[in-house]
């Protein structure tokens, strides 16, 4: 949607309203002043006018915990899988997007979310919001791994270690990996740097919200307020 149609939308002004506010410098996008009423937008985007969330009239915010299952990607429907979208059997459901993505072959938690603001909290690298994952390798852990990873490893093609990384050893094949950073595809190539391959992978926590035990695989919960309130 254009910049403009959305400040209409907001604010119920008309266009030409709409560009004089722009012109003002009032409205920042993600952060930065924009002045062109024709970029495009979409939820994911951060949108205030004098430091203040713009919100469609009418419009609610929801916030849910998703069990991902293997084969649905966090963002758009692509040609070869569903997007986690359609897991959700609300209305609204189009409105909703990830809080930080999980690749189509990795389960657990996704947070999921029509308040871009909120969700911008939880992916910031400023936040630096771990998260925890259980890892199933292909062979069994080295007893180096543990002290590698907490002093920060060099991943291929980055010119900068990870930041420590805490690794709990659940059996010879299996383990628990904290991080606090996000880089792509980080956790399967953090084992690839020592010789290992990540059989299975699976997301536990966010901060200080863990996936809820009682939550089937491609099921949703809402929120608590509490829950909300951890970002």
């Not at 004098?50 to 915010?61: A, T």
């Not at 916030?63 to 692509?78: E, I, R, S, T, W």
């Not at 569903?82 to 997007?97: M, V, W």
């Amino acid at each position: 949607m254009r910049l403009d149609k959305h400040l209409h939308q907001c604010l119920g002004i008309s266009r030409s309203q709409a560009s004089l506010l722009l012109r003002s410098g009032r409205i920042t996008v993600n952060g930065a002043i924009t002045k062109s009423g024709s970029l495009h937008v979409n939820e994911q985007d951060i949108i205030l006018l004098d430091d203040s969330n713009l919100q469609k009239p009418g419009e609610n915010l929801y916030y849910f915990m998703l069990h991902k299952p293997q084969g649905y990607v966090c963002a758009n429907a692509d040609a070869n899988h569903p997007g986690i979208t359609q897991l959700f059997d609300i209305p609204q459901a189009d409105e909703l997007h990830a809080a930080g993505r999980l690749d189509v072959d990795t389960t657990g938690l996704v947070l999921v979310t029509n308040d871009g603001q909120w969700s911008h909290r939880v992916t910031s690298p400023r936040k630096q919001c771990d998260k925890t994952y259980r890892v199933w390798l292909t062979e069994p852990i080295s007893d180096d791994t543990s002290k590698l990873f907490a002093e920060g490893i060099l991943l291929r093609s980055e010119t900068q270690p990870t930041r420590p990384a805490q690794l709990e050893i659940i059996a010879p094949c299996e383990v628990l990996l904290t991080i606090h950073e996000g880089k792509y595809h980080q956790v399967k190539r953090m084992f690839a740097a020592v010789g290992n391959h990540v059989e299975r992978l699976h997301r536990e926590r966010i901060g200080a919200l863990s996936l809820d035990a009682n939550l089937p695989e491609g099921s949703f919960r809402a929120l608590t307020a509490e829950e909300i309130s951890l970002f």
